[in-house]
């Protein structure tokens, strides 16, 4: 690949002057959230168990997060929709008797909010894409 310069020009030249000439304004800093995504979501903990409902705008479902230490989440939901039952996902969902189902996950969440995140978006999307 050849490249061939056609000329050079100072920064500016030829811009607005509204462009060229910004002032600078100080960065403001903004506050990270106080509380944990698991209790904004209405999510109690006894313990290492977490219980509450993962929200959709489809309905709430309830189920429960075990954290056995070191990362180590598991998760579970008591109430399965008829439209998780035949979406792709209802693989990822085992059954454990009393603890409803447990919900196997590619991908490790980082803590208890981000999982219940990414099951509500699982959920979600069950809804969406019903055939």
């Known amino acids: 690949m050849r490249v061939v310069v056609l000329g050079t020009r100072p920064i500016g030249v030829g811009l607005p002057s509204s462009i060229a000439a910004r002032p600078h304004t100080p960065a403001e800093a903004i506050a990270r959230r106080e509380r ?34 070191w990362g180590r989440l598991r998760f579970y939901l008591l109430d399965v929709p008829r439209a998780l039952r035949d979406s792709p996902h209802w693989q990822c969902f085992q059954p454990r008797g009393r603890k409803g189902f447990h919900v196997h996950m590619g991908t490790r969440p980082a803590d208890v909010s981000s999982g219940i995140l990414a099951i509500e978006r699982l959920l979600t999307d069950a809804f969406e894409n019903r055939s």
Request: proline share 3%; hydrophobic share 20%; no cysteine.
């Open 36 to 69: 944990a995504y698991w209790q904004e979501r209405g999510w109690s903990r006894e313990g290492d168990t977490y219980v509450g409902s993962y929200q959709t705008p489809y309905g709430a479902f309830r189920g429960s997060v075990e954290d056995n230490g």
